[in-house]
T-cell receptor
Framework: DAKTTQPTSMDCAEGRAANLPCNHSTISGNEYVYWYRQIHSQGPQYIIH???NNETNEMASLIITEDRKSSTLILPHATLRDTAVYYC??????????????FGQGTILTVHP | DAGVIQSPRHEVTEMGQEVTLRCKPI?????LFWYRQTMMRGLELLIYFNNNVPIDDSGMPEDRFSAKMPNASFSTLKIQPSEPRDSAVYFC?????????????FGAGSRLTVL
């Protein structure tokens, strides 16, 4: 898995967009970028993933730079319930790597009223 | 769907006792994972199964730990004998393989305290 680097913590005002950056400068061509989050005392929750193109689902948007060395997770309208630790993971899907999600320290996002 | 179900949610035991954690994956999922989370080491993959067969157990810390999956709807993680350093939250997760997608669904976790 490529190493990922995330800020330790970030703050966001409720109702505003939360933009969480992730650096993965050593990512290889067949590695996807995944985002999971973990709300206090709960199991991690899948948010979104992508390879090259930007992706959007009901939870968030994922913007991947053209050189794929970094990405940004966007929560368009953050709520208090989005306060959590957000993990960015770069991993090769399939084969012996499948399921081997290596969780780093993540970014602690705090959404303020 | 009820999601991934783990039991017990909390377990307090004394050093040397046997501990058994249980997991019921989501129906139809063919992969099952056991993770452990501590403040010091974060989330670590212990072992995972595909179609009830253990695929990779390189994360299992030592012989005191064992995991089984007798059928598609049940798995256990056993620690015998338990030690205080085993205190952690143990998560079970399941998924089905989709090309390019490691979409795991995690359970609520089992918090283990070994005194």
């Amino acid at each position: 898995d490529a190493k990922t680097t995330q800020p330790t913590s970030m703050d966001c005002a409720e109702g505003r967009a939360a933009n969480l950056p992730c650096n993965h400068s050593t990512i290889s061509g067949n590695e996807y970028v995944y985002w999971y989050r973990q709300i206090h005392s709960q199991g991690p929750q899948y948010i979104i993933h992508g390879l090259k193109n930007n992706e959007t689902n009901e939870m968030a948007s994922l913007i991947i730079t053209e050189d794929r060395k970094s990405s940004t997770l966007i929560l368009p309208h953050a709520t208090l319930r989005d306060t959590a630790v957000y993990y960015c993971i770069a991993t090769n899907a399939g084969g012996t790597s499948y399921g081997k999600l290596t969780f780093g320290q993540g970014t602690i996002l705090t959404v303020h009223p | 769907d009820a999601g991934v179900i783990q039991s017990p949610r909390h377990e307090v035991t004394e050093m040397g006792q046997e501990v058994t954690l249980r997991c019921k994956p989501i129906s139809g999922h063919d992969y099952l994972f056991w993770y452990r989370q501590t403040m010091m080491r974060g989330l670590e993959l212990l072992i995972y199964f595909n179609n009830n067969v253990p695929i990779d157990d390189s994360g299992m810390p030592e012989d005191r730990f064992s995991a089984k999956m007798p059928n598609a709807s049940f798995s256990t993680l056993k620690i015998q004998p338990s030690e205080p350093r085993d205190s952690a939250v143990y998560f079970c997760a399941s998924s089905f393989f989709r090309s390019g997608a490691n979409v795991l669904t995690f359970g609520a976790g089992s918090r283990l305290t070994v005194l």
